[in-house]
């Protein structure tokens, strides 16, 4: 990749066009359903039945930081023209050989989420077992990469999806009639703040943490959306993104909400599913399936490609095969669920994981977005790197003390 290719034209003037409309909505949506996938879906049942209408705090303080991390890397990746690994690798040599490990460390755990929501959904429309499920899901992902150009494919149903899913949920949300005022009021001041760190951490590493940032923004740099003069651009592409996946989770926790408000308890083998069965009667869990089928395939295929584009810069044969790495990266986490199970354990620690992960990559670009020799005359703005850094901090110390809620999550 050329070094200066962030340099290029910087000073000619942004037009935006039907071409940068599709591409805009293309790294939307493929950020926003490789968030909006099982684990997004599960993690807020199950952290709404817990803290009530509490969770709203967590909620909000998640989407600050998610905005926080995902428009300052971004931008730096627009400005410099450079993948998230090869800016890391400009600001200390060999360091984005290292975040390239961690990206697929977490993104294989979190695809192993994935396949287990993927069973989840097979199971709700089916009654067919969870692993049967999950080995159909691994199969038919394998087989979408063995077809040419499926990945155009696969962006049109994502975004088709993304829409039919946030439809879906605000129309179950409307019928529980939820406490929204009461929602509201604990939005600002919560019950037992301290409790909510650990439900933060895996809320922003469900949307932003690991592979999910540098989705969109990689999607952006193939489609050759370089230079200052996008900034604009992928200021309005990088909220966009956050505002779609925090619309769908306030509009999952108020449907939730208002059912468990009523004494109802959610089924722990399929919290989100149990919902839908309880307000729209049997064909509920049906259309729910449906819908978590359709993110979770899309969020094996989003994660193991996405995850696949960082470590190919460890060798050139990684790069030269990457379809095979991918189909191995699918084969690994359906492997992986099939001998471990737990599948609901895993899509929340799956979240927690890639939120680890998030003050180091996120650390890393705003370092780069100082050093003039990366981002050349470009300036970042003080008030951006200051959210950063409290982005950074806040998941840092978040990060520590979520380790033991997270085991005695998995003991249980």
């Known amino acids: 990749m ?35 996938g099982p684990a997004f879906l599960t993690q807020t049942a199950v952290f709404t039945e817990q803290f009530l209408a509490s969770f ?12 926080g991390a995902q428009i300052n890397i971004w ?7 450079k993948g998230g690994q090869d800016i890391a690798n400009d600001v200390f040599k060999g360091l984005g050989s290292f975040i390239a490990v961690l990206i697929a460390i977490g993104g294989l755990a979190f695809n192993i989420g994935n396949v287990a929501g993927a069973g989840l959904g097979l199971n709700a429309i089916f009654g067919i077992d969870v692993r049967i499920g999950a080995g159909i899901t691994g199969v038919l992902a394998i087989l ?7 990945q155009k494919v696969v962006d049109i149903l994502t975004q088709i ?6 439809g879906i949920v605000a129309y179950v949300m409307v019928l529980t009639k939820p406490p929204v005022a009461e929602a509201a009021q604990k939005m600002i001041m919560p019950d037992e703040i301290n409790s909510l760190i650990v439900p933060i951490i895996t809320l922003v590493g469900g949307t932003v943490g690991g592979y999910i940032t540098f989705a969109g923004a990689h999607r952006l740099l193939e489609a050759g959306i370089t230079g200052k003069h996008y900034i604009p651009f992928v200021n309005r592409a990088a909220v966009s993104g956050i505002v779609t996946t925090g619309v ?17 308890t959610l089924n722990p083998d399929n919290p989100p599913a149990s919902v839908f069965e309880h307000v729209l ?5 049906q259309v729910f399936g449906v819908v978590l089928f359709s993110a979770a395939l899309s969020s094996v295929i989003g994660c193991a490609y996405t995850s696949t584009t960082f470590i190919q810069s460890l060798h050139p044969a990684i790069k030269n095969h990457r379809n095979l790495v991918i189909i191995m990266f699918i084969v690994v986490s359906s492997i992986v669920f099939l001998t471990i199970g737990k599948p609901v354990k895993l899509l929340i620690i799956a979240g927690a994981l890639n939120g680890l ?3 180091v990559t996120l650390g890393t670009i705003l370092i780069a977005s100082r050093k003039k020799s990366i981002v050349g005359d470009y300036k970042h703005p003080t008030w951006m790197l200051v959210l950063g850094v409290i982005a950074v901090l806040t998941t840092l110390i978040a990060g520590i003390l979520s380790l033991q809620g997270l085991q005695a999550l998995w003991n249980q």
């Open 357 to 359: 992960i998030l003050p």
């Open 2 to 36: 050329n070094n200066n290719k962030g340099f290029e034209n910087i000073d000619k003037p942004f037009e935006f066009t039907a071409k940068h409309r599709r591409i805009l909505w293309g790294a939307v949506f493929l950020m926003a359903t490789s968030s909006i």
């Open 56 to 67: 709203a705090f967590a909620i909000l303080a998640s989407i600050i930081i998610d905005v």
């Open 161 to 166: 999806l993304g829409v039919l899913m946030i």
């Open 281 to 285: 009667g049997p064909v509920g869990k």
């Open 75 to 81: 931008r730096v990746i627009t400005v410099v023209g």
């Open 144 to 150: 979408i990469f063995i077809v040419k150009n499926a």
């Open 248 to 264: 769908m989770r306030t509009f999952l926790f108020l449907a939730v909400l208002g059912v468990v408000v009523t004494g109802f």
